[in-house]
């Protein structure tokens, strides 16, 4: 058993996470309207904003300002929950998962899509607020999809930008070598 317990507080509702699909297969893109339809069921029973989110083929990060902090487990698991049901075959040729790993989540009523577990931290101050952000939106860059933030369409970047909180240009570093240091 583990001795993982989770932080809840009425003076903190905001929250970043980070949820991965089981043995990363690369479903979420190719699945994104039954994704995004997996948020709105999740906010017909709770009540949260989404401040913050990228989704790339494997893993979402988000930030949500929750009404309730001790909801998050249950949006977590709406989320999971509606989009194991509406996808089809796991989402994937190769993701069916191995018979002994399949059985294991057939116990516990697990479709195999999603990690069990899921990256959960509390933000504490507007820095922490900033780095967080700003790690949502750097990360198809950081992985490789794009070469600029503003080029992945499934994030909320471009929001950011429309609200002034960065710049279109934000680490787009193209042109660092026309720079004149001397």
């Known amino acids: 058993m583990s001795n993982y317990k989770r932080f809840f507080s009425k003076d903190y509702n905001i929250i ?4 991965v699909t089981n043995n990363r297969i690369p479903v979420l893109i ?4 039954i994704l995004r339809k997996s948020f709105l069921y999740a906010k017909r029973k709770h009540l949260f904003e ?3 989110c990228v989704v790339l083929n494997d893993h979402i990060h988000l930030i949500l ?3 309730n902090t001790n909801d998050y487990p249950e949006i977590i698991r709406l989320i999971k929950y509606y989009f194991s049901i509406h996808i ?9 998962p191995t018979l002994q790993n399949f059985c294991s989540k057939r116990k516990k009523r697990e479709k195999g899509v999603w990690q069990r577990r899921y990256w959960e931290h509390t933000i504490r101050d507007e820095a922490d607020f900033n780095k967080h952000i700003d790690y949502i939106h750097y990360n198809p860059v950081k992985h490789g999809y ?8 499934y994030s909320t970047f471009k929001k950011f930008v429309l609200d002034g ?13 026309d720079l004149d240091f001397e």
């Open 65 to 67: 300002k929750l009404q």
């Open 146 to 153: 794009v070469k600029k933030a503003k080029d992945w369409q």
């Open 165 to 177: 909180f960065y710049d279109e240009n934000w680490c787009d570093f193209s042109n660092v070598k």
């Open 30 to 33: 190719n699945n994104i309207e």
């Open 16 to 19: 970043f996470f980070t949820i």
């Open 88 to 96: 089809k075959n796991g989402g994937h040729a190769d993701a069916l």
């Open 50 to 52: 989404i401040v913050s």
